[in-house]
């Protein structure tokens, strides 16, 4: 599989678990804490991926992609920071889903940025190491979610 499938199935997995969220009842704290910690697994592991392999190939293409990938390691800080503080909060505070909400905002819109401006050159400019990439990608993604299970 390709780097970008890789990333866009890793970015659909985790609108999926915010739709989740957002069906669930105020009352279900646990149910919502457990959404909430796998949306956090899976967006740390993504940003390692990002961070330790796709972003350094393709930073390097062209400056615009350069600039693109030094936003994206700052949404990945801001998304790192809200996750801490969340992890610290009750499950059952207003605070807690206030949070979530930001988190999930972010997110979003990082995802968007991505699948519409990013990814699009990256496909057009890496073509076939895209595959190579993607191997790579993948197998660091087995370790980092073995590694938090």
């Known amino acids: 599989m390709d780097a970008v499938k ?7 997995r985790v609108k999926e678990l915010f739709a989740r969220y957002e069906h669930t009842g105020e009352r279900a704290h646990k149910t919502r804490q457990r959404i909430v ?8 592991a993504h940003s390692r991926l990002e961070q330790e392999i796709f972003y350094p190939a393709v930073e390097a293409i062209d400056e615009e992609l350069h600039e693109m990938v030094a936003e994206g390691v700052q949404e990945h800080h801001v998304v790192d920071v809200l996750g ?5 909060l009750a499950p059952d505070s207003e605070e807690y889903a206030a949070k979530f909400q930001v988190l999930q905002e972010n997110v979003e819109h990082h995802i968007d940025e991505e699948e519409q401006e990013m990814f699009p050159r990256v496909q057009k400019k890496l073509g076939d190491r895209l595959d190579e990439l993607g191997e790579r990608m993948a197998t660091r993604k087995r370790e980092l979610l073995a590694s938090v299970s």
């Open 6 to 12: 890789l990333l866009k199935q890793d970015h659909d």
């Open 37 to 44: 910690e796998e949306v956090l697994r899976e967006l740390e």
């Open 84 to 88: 801490q503080e969340i992890r610290k």
